[in-house]
């Protein structure tokens, strides 16, 4: 993230990609389609919400650019955003990430590895954070299938602890990166350009 | 467990499914990391597949294991 100021908006780039930080006029109809999707939800484990602008605009509020970013996910030379992702920055140096391609049209184009390698250069040489982790419902393969590629390590089974929309229970997965595994992947690989 | 040459043939025409590729093009050492097009949407393809071919949910720890060609010989010739 380019000289980040602690409170103010953040902004970061990548070879595709551009991040920055929503504000209240970003809770546009495209945004709150994603939190009533079905499918889009599977990947923060949650069902659809079912929000309206007042409860995305007072979502986006909780984000304060400190130890809480919701960055939107924007195609180089484009001002709609194609998803969103969210860092939490926690106790003991340990930062959670959640990644969501709200627009279908960009799924398995190697979004999320790209967006996620910038963020995680962030969080480890920017910020010195010890370790990343994410949690998965462990019916989302695809997701799955980005923190393994990505080098996490699956650290935990929440056995059906999620509640899925048709009623069925699914396991939650916890993915972590130490910082120390993330620099030796950096040293023995070039950026991940696999598509995910 | 290592699996037969039959199951072998059926995990490589599986997965060269999924890759959308032909059995031919598939290197025998296909793996998560190394194969071109295995990625998330084909993996998520993969593991919906192999449930779809054994009639039931892969249980998360050996959805967890699926990562080459020889990760899905193994699972079918259990």
Known sequence: MTAWQPGLPSKMNTERYFLRSLGASDAT???????????????????????????????IAKFDNRTRFHLGIFPNQTSVPIGFIAIFLGQAGCAKTNIV??????????????????????????????????????RNFASIYNYKAQGFTCEGVLREK?????????DQLSFGLLREEWRESQVVNEPATKPS | MNATPADTSQARELLAQVLN?????????????????????????????????????????????IESLTDIANLLAR
């Not at chain 2, 793996?31 to 071109?36: F, G, L, M, N, S």
């Not at chain 2, 998330?40 to 720890?61: F, Q, V």
């Open chain 1, 162 to 170: 999620l509640l899925a929309p048709d009623g069925t229970r699914h």
């Open chain 1, 29 to 59: 109809e495209t945004y709150i389609s994603w939190w009533d999707d079905e499918e889009v939800q599977l990947g923060l484990g949650n069902p659809p919400r079912g929000w309206g602008r007042a409860e995305a605009e007072g979502h």
């Open chain 1, 101 to 138: 391609i709200g627009n279908k049209e960009y799924w398995g184009e190697g979004v999320v590895l790209e967006v996620r390698g910038r963020v995680l250069k962030f969080l480890f040489d920017g910020l010195q954070m010890h370790k990343v982790f994410g949690e998965v419902d462990g």
């Open chain 2, 21 to 65: 590729i032909s059995v031919d093009e598939l290197e025998p050492d296909a793996a998560i990391d190394r194969t071109e097009r295995w990625d998330s949407l084909a993996h998520l393809n993969l593991i919906l597949a192999l449930e779809t071919h054994l009639g039931r949910p892969l249980d998360t720890t050996t959805m967890l294991e």
